[in-house]
């Protein structure tokens, strides 16, 4: 079965640190770009950052220089390193995989709250 199984949410202080994983099935993570979106209620699910299989990534102007990507294809995991967190970054994180040719897939989101 095909999936993606994110964890690693959670609440947190301003200022602090989270790591987010998200767990594919090999179909869908090998020679797929891999990604972290967010979304807050009423708004439209936005990048985060997106990395491919050679490691190459991208990133939302908002989280440069306070989050990293990161991917493990032999554990066929993707990660998600925060730090420096503001309460403007608390959404339901999701995962994605995207590849030419085929509809992404996405997980099943992770709620992080940033909050005193």
């Known amino acids: 079965q095909v999936q993606l199984v994110e964890s690693g949410g959670g609440l947190v202080q301003p200022g602090g640190s989270l790591r987010l994983s998200c767990a594919a099935s090999?179909?869908?993570?090998?020679?797929?770009?891999m990604g972290w979106y967010r979304q807050t209620p009423g708004k439209q699910r936005d990048l985060v950052a997106t990395i491919t299989r050679s490691s190459s990534t991208n990133y939302a102007d908002s989280v440069k220089g306070r989050f990293t990507i990161s991917r493990d294809n032999a554990r066929n995991t993707v990660y998600l390193q925060m730090n420096s967190l503001k309460p403007e970054d608390t959404a339901v994180y999701y995962c994605?995989?995207?590849?030419?040719?085929?509809?992404?897939?996405w997980g099943q989101g992770t709620q992080v709250t940033v909050s005193s």
């Open positions: 994605n995989s995207a590849r030419w040719g085929r509809p992404d897939y």
């Open positions: 090999e179909s869908i993570f090998s020679n797929s770009r």
